[in-house]
């Protein structure tokens, strides 16, 4: 009698099971749907917002060409405050929208030399580097990693580019690229002695316009973090960041081992 007990009880307890791994499939593809659905919308608002922003740009550049000689000081600092904020517009929508259309498929990715990436990377941005005198220490056994190239070029130059600015005010700024082989994850890290990140802020800076108050003056629209993370999880990998402030930042990303 008990050991039919027994057989009903395990048997109540697989249907359980499997309906609640049913139940959690449903959930995920439904979060999964929602999530396309708000890429696709966030591409669409994004794209439509380029129009006007191309004719605000030609209006303005109509008044500097034809009319700048009769304008007084205060009117073209208007004009010219008009243009820098176009800029910034163009650069977030530009970052929105390549941000709805990262994806990374297994065909697409090839193995990339990362030292290749970082010369690469830091070629284009020189023009940051003419201020001061940055140091920049490479590990010479940085890996080869299975990934998509312009999308792990784009995961150096976000880092390196955060790396000089926040290290700009340094006495003598120091980057550092290292790695840190694993067995199943590749460990790499892009470091510098500048501001640093207040423990409170650490959350924050992966989020979507995480920009930092304390940051104002520097740069930049708040989307480079957002986009590197969803790069570096589309391959399969994680990052994070060691940091406080005054002390300088460390990020870390991990990428499978893939041969
Ligand atoms: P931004 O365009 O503002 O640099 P990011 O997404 O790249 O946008 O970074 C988000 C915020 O994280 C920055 O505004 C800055 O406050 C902080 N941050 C990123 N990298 C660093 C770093 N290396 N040192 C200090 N703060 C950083």
Redesign the pocket.
Known sequence: MSERLATVDNDFLMQENFSLKQQLKTKEQLLQQKSEELQSYLYTVAHELKTPIISMRGYTMLLQEFYLANLDGEIRNYLERIVTNLDQMDDLIINLIDYTRIDVNADECEQVNTIDLLHEALEELEFLMHQKDYEIKISPDLPTVFSKRNLMLRVFT?LLN??I??SKDSEHPVIEVGYAPGEIFHKLYVK?N????AHSDLDK?FQIF???KN?KNTK???????ITKRIIEKHGGEIWVESSRGKG?TFFFTLPRRT
């Open positions: 976000n955060n790396a600015k926040y510098d500048g501001v640093g990140i800076i995480g920009r930092l940051k930049g629209c708040g989307l480079g973090l957002v930042s």
